[in-house]
């Protein structure tokens, strides 16, 4: 086998070295078009994990690297002057060059051949006289743009700038240190990656980011490098001491994340940041290459052929890029944000920090630094001993005994008894009255519709009628009943276009095949074109008729006893529909800009409010994001949450998306909680956070981190209807916010399984 590898970054020549290693026969060349000790950057961080798969992979290698790195446990964070510190986290680094060098000195013990100062020859010419081409050839790959019409990449580039720079001595700890200026903030991340010794005092790297506009503000766009060093020494006294800083080439960049559909054409395939990158907040750029060549090594020897040794290689490593795609992007928004967050008190805001990628949680941040965690659940006033997702937490004149909602979903099993559709019947009295004596602060009904041609399907629930509104006060009186301290919260809506559809198992958003009922929107635009109902454009007399809809519902919900509304804005439903400039084209008062787009929702909203008993809270769920181009933007959704909280919610329910059918979601876990983060630490107003929000480790994470006031958890709670109550078991809790009902109270420890999990007799002396 002739293989070319083009790039001589750290993952291009530890695949040339692999490959060689597994197969001395095979003749490898690796092609780079600089010098042997030109790099970019500084130090290089890899994980426990990483290193393992090395030490497994190549013992010479990792041998090597043992006797170089310098490893630590702390993370420093500085600011307004202080600093905090959190432990236990375990790092090793080193110089680049100096991994550069192990690499080089292993890829010549092994005959693999070297070419420095070499530009690689064009990709269809390797791709014929080769039988493999490995594109390590960097985030600006010229084998991906050569290509560009088999992997389709996608290049986003952010609103941050950031320049590598260096400090002549070594740190003790990874560092934040942020710096709030008159033109903005900016922050400093720096490691050590060489030990002080006889040899010197070593060297950290020090990577200096702000927002463009900042960045611009502060006069650093005009700034060389020299002058960018020095200007940045200044900025940061705490880490640096006053001392100087000094580049290797270094200009302030753009981070870009790279994405490509497919990572291999015929016999080349794409390795490291050609193929994807992740931002170097986490630190898991060269980790991912290494890794990538790890496995693409592996690949190529167990396969029986090279077309499945590359499909098995993007099929192993594509869902672990993904995943820490998705944690490098939470961690740069965060940075991107962080404006929002300086105001937090100082161990919050040090807590905020270190989970921003959702990878690091409040559980495993406890095992690796008890004390550390402690000292901001006091800050934040939790009581010693209990989670935070156990304080309880007021909205208007209603107190929540915990933080955890039972978010409406659609159940579609409302039976038409006696020709009267909408009205709930037993399923719903056990499906609700389960969850409430699950231990949930707070349970939400599915939307439930004003009106006949407001529902969504045959099966949606209603209150529009004195049998609806005499069914749904059997429910809450159940609830407050048998579950007392359960609150319970009724979601209404209107499904405008997306009315008049199947139940949803058969056939989500399908029209149904007879008796449909004319639907109506903003604009008449289908939800599929072809496919649904051309909706009626509603005129402005009809608005007022929908409008006193909503308004009786409201009055029919307070009666029924329920101690919470929530005014369904979201998901591309009637009231969601006004508010996306993709739904909503109309060119009257209720179009055009976000306010006038925001008219009427908010029109519904005050006339709700206003009969709506005013010691009851309600809240308004939002889509702040329609996963579109064109749709409502960032601004926009802080826009329509300040509007809602100006009239009168008591929180903003933050969801996202399924306003289009042809939105392309970034799913994840807890994918849409950022978007209620921005809203309640721009705006300061309180959230309910959504979105694949799993475990009880992420509700506690969310809630110290100031990202949200409620966690609403959907599929849990379908799955564990006691998901809150077996949520305070495995926590070792047993205080006021998860109380169990009496007739349960012998559950509330689990019981054994059996003789397996005992101890295990002595066998042996």
Known sequence: MRVAVVGGGPGGLYAAALLKRLDPSRGITVFERNAPDDTFGFGVVLSDETLGGIEHADPAVYASLQREFVRWDDIDIVH???????????????????????????????????????????????????????????????????????????LTTHRCRYIWLAADFALDAFRFEIAETEHGVLQLHAYPYERAGEQGPGASTVIVEAREEVWRAAGLDRLDER???????????????????????????????????????????????????????????????VEDALALAACVEEQPDLPAALAAYEEERRPVVLSTQRAARGSLEWFEDLATY???????????????????????????????????????????????????YRLRGLTLRNRVVVSAMDMYSAEDEAGTPGVPGDFHLVHLGARALGGAGLVMTEMVCVSPHGRITPGCTGL?????????????????????GTAIGVQIGHSGRKGSTRLMWEGIDEPLTEGNWPVVA???????????????????DELAVIREEF????????????????????????????????????????????????????EVFDAVREVWPEQRPMTVRVSATDWAEGGITPEEALRVAAAFSEHGADAID???????????????????????????????????????????????????????????????????????????????YEGPG????????????????????????????
């Open 80 to 154: 307004r002057g202080r600093t905090l510190t959190s432990g236990g986290h375990g790092f090793a680094a080193l110089g680049r060059r100096r991994l550069l060098a192990v690499l080089h000195e292993r890829c010549r013990e092994l005959g693999v051949d070297l070419r420095f100062r070499n530009e690689a020859p064009p990709v269809a010419e390797l791709a014929a006289s080769h039988d493999l081409v490995v594109a390590a050839d960097g985030v600006h790959s010229a084998t991906r743009d050569a290509l560009a019409g088999v992997f389709r990449p996608r």
């Open 227 to 289: 002058a960018s060093a020095e200007r940045c020494a200044k900025l940061f006294p705490e880490t640096l001491g006053g001392g100087p800083l000094r580049g290797n080439n270094s200009q302030w960049i753009a981070f870009r994340t790279v994405v490509n559909e497919r990572w291999s054409d015929g016999n080349v395939v794409l390795l490291g940041d050609a193929a994807h990158t992740a931002h170097f907040s986490i630190g898991s750029g060269t980790k991912l290459a």
């Open 342 to 392: 300086t105001g937090q008190p100082p161990r919050q805001f040090a807590f905020n920090l270190l989970t921003r990628s959702r990878r690091v949680t409040h559980d495993n941040l406890r095992l690796r630094d008890p004390g550390f965690v402690a000292g901001v659940e006091a800050e934040a006033g939790v009581p010693e001993g209990t989670p935070p997702m156990f304080t309880p």
């Open 464 to 484: 529009w009628t004195d049998e609806q509104e005499a069914a749904w006060g059997r429910v809450a009186g159940f609830v407050h009943a048998r579950s007392p």
């Open 522 to 540: 903003p604009s008449p635009l289908p939800y599929r074109e072809g496919v649904n109902q051309v909706p009626h454009a509603l005129t402005t």
């Open 551 to 602: 308004t009786d519902a409201a009055r029919r919900a307070a009666r029924a006893g329920f101690d919470l509304l929530e005014l369904h804005c979201a998901h591309g439903y009637l009231l969601s529909s006004f508010l996306s400039p993709l739904t909503n084209r109309r060119t009257d008062a209720y179009g055009g800009t976000v306010e006038g787009r925001l008219r009427f929702p908010l």
């Open 654 to 732: 933050v969801s996202t998306g399924q306003v289009v059918a042809e939105e392309r979601p970034d799913f994840g876990r807890s994918y849409q909680t950022p978007y209620a983060d921005r809203i309640r630490n721009t705006l300061g107003v309180p959230v309910i956070a959504v979105g694949a929000i799993s475990s009880w480790d992420d509700v506690n994470s969310l809630l110290l981190a100031g990202r949200a006031d409620l966690c609403a958890l959907g599929r849990p709670h379908l799955y564990d209807p006691h998901w809150t109550l077996h949520a305070a078991a495995d926590q070792g």
């Open 738 to 765: 998860a109380p169990w009902p009496l007739p349960y109270r012998a559950g509330s420890r689990k019981p054994p399984t059996g003789r397996t999990d005992g101890p295990k007799p002595r066998l042996t002396l």
